[in-house]
């Protein structure tokens, strides 16, 4: 639609208002400050219809204002008796479901919605009673409540448990004589197939259903709410019934006067800081509620770029870490075997003289850096710059070599850039997404989210390819298993047939794409019988794979660990880039390649220089001019010696030729395979400096241990896996004396003889812009609230989600690579003496080995420890049942650990998460050293064990009433038709019938 007609008039009341084509009336209204009344209608939710509050006369006649989208011509009648005379009907039938009682609750902080409305309108005071319902408040899970008694019925939570978060939980049973919301077929929450993601509890409009942080503690009497969990409950229902009886004389208004002046008493102590998740790479953002050090809720907000008013449950209740008692808060120095406090400056002193004393003595190059994907992008810059111009060398990496390296080697290939090609609404958009080694409902579940409502309210189609049949697989259009390791040759088989049989993308190739003819030739072996035979894949189902793919205009390439951690990660990933660009699926939107990023900013830990080859924005050590523009800013000179990555230090401490180490942020005794290898070589460094949070296994081998803070202790920026920076603010002052990493390093620096001068986050990313192309444009006052950028960001500040809209590629010659791969056997295969394969990954509840979810009770409760999934038939085998405890061996190690019997795996296919912090439980102490032969990226994935059942016996693992085995139970949404067909809800204004309790 041109300019000119995005906008119109339309008339309400008489009066013309400017409108935007194809706005919601309530969005529209709201822009033009007119005050239509509304309880159910959320803008992420669209209209529910369940409240009534909004009718309003359109074009004469009585319709719900909700659910009109705004037209040309339009008239609107907000102000007319019937209209008026519907809307405060239902409001009366909302307050004869919800007990008022706004002063002593924890939801009175000016947003809700119940409160705001019954103002709003002028409703007078309570016209029919409110009476209790007949059921009990929910406390089972641990982390929200449900109150039946304060709940309108608007549906909302249904409505984003249904077709937004879509787990599909959650209903109305509108049959009952007094309805409500479920959990399945009714059971408590906790028994239910909900994952406490925490949408229900967002879109909430009252206090119906709360997160157990905030409640009692939020305002000056919310102690006294009959929701508050201890001893004062009955005191506040006995005040609260004295004001009820006080109301219905008084009315509303005196009563709304006194929880008005509370709400702005909250004001000065309630805090509200927006930040960035610490989890994975989906980059979600929201408004942290504070109050001292309490934090009492996570509150996202729609105007989050990335995520919305998505959370999971690690982002909307994880957070136990900050105030942990097992924080790090003082340096601790090794001596005479164990660790004492120290102050910051003899911890300097010690680590400048060391660090000085092995350079003079070694030279520059025994000295390595490992940076956090867990730090902001200032930190990762800062983290190189010590490295570069402090100590004098290039090795430097960060944790991206754990996982997404190879993805990024096959992204430089093909395309050019290192990154996904386009944004999350690309992933929504697309008619197919082919999903291949990522758990992502577990791994990403708000990008899983996006994924899940494209395919139920629009279409979506999916093919999984994984060797677990984990939740998106069990949604999935088309489900394989292929044979472990065999991604690239299906892959390729895939790209041959299409080239084959005259399919391809021709146009677009001969115009955007160089290397055709070199690869037609290269995917000579990948014939379909080959791809059948290796692969374990019948023919209908590679010929599913290809009509389905051939049958969408567009089509997103999604992949994650399961591609990337194999021996020819490097090569599968760009198997499946390759695909895309022989398909034409690339350079458009709703199409291209999408690598799931796993840290919250290991994405941007590799944008700002933390590997050995390359300064930030990718530029290589070794140009002249690049290297030179880094010496004069920097005031030193640079090597050009190629560095270590963080897989060549271990080899290289081994050796005796790398001497001294400093980890920040990163676990690497347990995270890296070959764990028992790795602390065995962490033995042998000759200083080691460890920066955390907390006390990990690293730490151990540590002679210095610098305490850390952690995301919400500090102010910066974090780069999602589209490539999106945003900032992130100081929630709460640093715990003890620890301190944020940016000013450790800087510190640091400044006893190295190396001034800096740095006092705040936005000095470095300032800097940092002025030296690369690709953030040439980006500035704190461009990232304002929830503003962001995505690279690369033009010195106006202007940036796009699609890197190669227009189908130039970032080469020089501007066309995009098809890069030829070819097949080597995994590594580490199972044999008689090891007979299974076992697979790794991560867990919804956890992240990773569980350092931070760790400090979370309420997740430690639905997850307490690790354990290995075996299949039904292996089970019967072996004579295992869940809760037997087993000895995993592999060539390398061997770790204790519980069974959990499931059919997500099949056959001699094992699967163990990564949550584990000790040699005994940790499934890094059986995989190999073995890595990918272009990325050095560690064969996780590769790793053969044996299995052998102990005399111990305990619990299942995972408890009867977890989440994983329940059904789910789909429904369109809240259903308000069934609402509508009762007796005691005919439309109004009809008179509510006496009795009718609803």
């Known amino acids: 639609m041109d300019q000119e007609s995005e906008f119109f008039d339309i008339a309400v009341d008489g009066r013309a208002i400017t409108v935007r084509s194809g706005q919601p009336l309530p969005q529209a209204l709201d822009a033009a400050g007119v005050y239509m009344p509304h309880l159910c209608y959320h803008p992420s939710l669209g209209p529910i219809q369940t409240c009534d509050t909004c009718f ?35 409001i009366h039938r909302v307050t004869a479901n919800h007990d008022l009682y706004c002063s002593v609750c924890d939801n009175n902080n000016g947003d809700c919605a119940v409160h705001n409305t019954v ?122 019934d004295l004001v009820k009886a006080a109301e219905r004389s008084t009315g509303f208004g005196p009563i709304f006067a006194v929880s ?59 957070w136990g870490h900050i105030n942990s008692e097992h924080r790090l808060t003082k340096p601790l120095i090794r001596e005479n075997g164990s660790f004492r406090e120290a102050e910051w400056d003899e911890a300097y002193r010690l680590i400048a003289r060391r660090f000085n004393a092995i350079r003079d003595a070694h030279g520059p190059d025994a000295l390595a850096f490992i940076a956090s994907s867990k730090c902001t992008n200032e930190e990762a810059y800062l983290m190189q710059k010590f490295a570069r111009s402090v100590i004098g060398t290039n090795n430097i990496d960060n944790c991206s070599r754990y996982c997404q390296a190879p993805a990024t080697e096959g992204l430089w290939r093909t395309m050019g850039y290192g990154a996904d090609t386009g944004g ?32 139920k309210l629009h279409g979506q189609k999916h093919i999984v390819a994984d060797l677990r049949k984990n939740e998106m697989a069990e949604r999935a259009d088309l489900f394989m298993r292929p044979e472990p390791g065999t991604d690239l040759i299906w892959m390729n088989a895939v790209s041959k047939y299409i080239v084959d049989n005259g399919h391809a993308a021709e146009d677009f190739i001969a115009e955007h794409v160089d290397s055709y003819e070199d690869f037609k030739q290269s995917l000579a072996p990948f014939t379909l019988e080959f791809a059948e035979q290796r692969c374990g894949l019948g023919r209908d189902t590679l010929m599913q794979v290809i009509e389905m793919i051939l049958a969408a205009d567009t089509v997103c390439g999604v992949w994650a660990m399961g591609v990337t951690q194999h021996s020819m990660g490097a090569d599968t990933a760009t198997a499946l880039c390759n695909l895309l660009i022989v398909t034409g699926n690339i350079a458009k939107f709703g199409a291209g390649a999408f690598p799931m990023r796993g840290h919250n900013n290991v994405q941007g830990a590799s944008d700002f220089g933390c590997m050995p080859s390359r300064f ?8 002249d001019d690049v290297r030179k523009r880094y010496e004069q ?52 460094l000759e ?81 940092a812009a002025g030296l690369t192309d690709l953030f040439t444009g980006v500035h704190y006052d461009r990232l304002q609230g929830f503003d962001s950028q995505q690279w690369p960001v033009a010195a106006d500040g202007t940036s796009e989600a699609q890197l190669y809209s227009g189908g130039s590629f970032h080469f020089g010659d501007g066309k995009a690579r098809l890069y030829p791969v070819h097949w080597n056997e995994p590594t580490d295969q199972p044999d008689r003496e090891y007979d299974l394969h076992l697979n790794n990954g991560r867990l919804l509840e956890h992240f990773h080995e569980g350092n931070l ?20 038939q292996l089970a019967e085998e072996r004579g295992l049942e869940s809760g037997r405890m087993v000895r995993l061996k592999s060539r390398r190690g061997a770790v204790k650990v519980a069974v959990q019997v499931t059919d997500r795996v099949s056959g001699k296919q094992l699967y163990m998460p990564q949550h584990g912090k000790k040699n005994i439980e940790a499934v890094n102490v059986l995989t190999s050293f073995q890595a990918d032969k272009d990325t050095d990226t560690p064969a996780y994935k590769e790793c053969a064990v044996n299995m052998q059942a102990l005399d111990d016996h305990g619990p299942a693992p995972l408890k009867p009433n977890n989440q994983r085995h329940k059904k789910r139970h789909p429904t369109s949404g809240v259903q308000v038709d069934r609402k509508w067909e009762r007796d005691d809800y005919r439309r109004p204004p009809k008179v509510r019938p006496t009795g009718s309790g609803i």
């Not at 719900?64 to 989208?69: A, D, K, L, N």
């Not at 197919?432 to 990008?447: D, K, Q, R």
């Not at 800013?633 to 050009?640: F, N």
């Open 633 to 684: 800013v920097w005031g030193t000179e640079l090597t050009t010696r190629p560095g270590l990555n963080n897989h060549e230090m271990v080899h290289n401490i081994h050796d005796g030729e790398l001497k001294s180490l400093y980890v920040v942020g990163e676990d690497m005794a347990i995270v890296d395979s070959d764990a028992l290898n790795v602390q065995s070589a962490f033995e042998k």
């Open 119 to 240: 103002r709003d309108m002028h409703v007078p005071g309570q016209h029919y009673a409110y009476r209790g319902k007949p059921y009990e408040k929910d406390y089972s899970n641990p982390f929200y409540i449900y109150d039946p008694d304060q709940c309108i019925l608007c549906g909302r939570c249904v409505e984003a448990c249904q077709n937004l978060q879509v787990n599909e939980t959650l209903s109305i049973d509108w049959e009952r004589e007094r309805p409500r919301v479920i959990w399945d077929e009714d059971v408590a929450i906790e028994d239910s197939s909900c994952v406490s993601c925490g949408h229900c509890v967002t879109v909430c409009p009252c206090n119906a259903l709360m997160e157990k942080t905030a409640l009692g503690k939020v305002g000056p009497m919310t102690a006294l709410s009959p929701q508050a969990p201890d001893g004062y409950r009955r005191l506040g229902r006995a005040s609260i």
């Open 56 to 90: 309003v006369e359109v074009d004469g006649n009585l319709v719900r204002g909700c659910s009109v989208v705004v037209k040309p011509g339009m008239e609107i009648g907000l102000n007319v008796e019937e209209a008026e005379s519907a809307r405060m009907e239902a």
């Open 260 to 318: 008005e002046v509370d709400s702005a008493m909250r004001e000065t102590e309630l805090k509200r800081t927006k930040t960035v998740c610490t989890y994975c790479g989906v980059g979600c953002s929201f408004e942290m509620w504070t109050r001292g050090r309490d934090l009492l809720k996570v509150q996202p907000k729609a105007e989050a770029p990335a995520n919305g008013i998505s959370t999971c449950i690690k982002g909307k209740f994880g």
């Open 687 to 767: 200083f080691f400096v460890v920066q955390d949070m907390f006390f990990s296994r690293t730490c151990e081998f540590a002679d210095v241990v610098l305490p850390a803070s952690p995301s919400l202790e500090k102010e910066g920026t974090f780069t999602n896996t589209e490539r999106r920076l945003q900032r992130l603010y100081e929630v709460f002052p640093p715990l003890g004396d620890s301190k944020p990493d940016w000013r450790i390093h800087t510190e640091l620096a400044a006893y190295m003889g190396h001034d800096w001068g740095y006092t705040h986050p936005s000095e470095i990313m300032h800097e």
């Open 853 to 872: 979810t760790d400090e979370t009770p309420g997740i430690v409760y639905k997850i307490p420890h690790g354990f290995v999934e075996v299949s039904p």
């Open 424 to 455: 999350i609404a690309d992933l929504e958009a697309a008619e197919l997404l082919l999903i291949v080694g990522s758990n992502t409902a577990e791994s990403h579940p708000v990008i899983a989210t996006r994924m899940k409502r494209a395919a």
């Open 616 to 623: 930030p924005g990718y530029d290589f050590v070794t140009e």
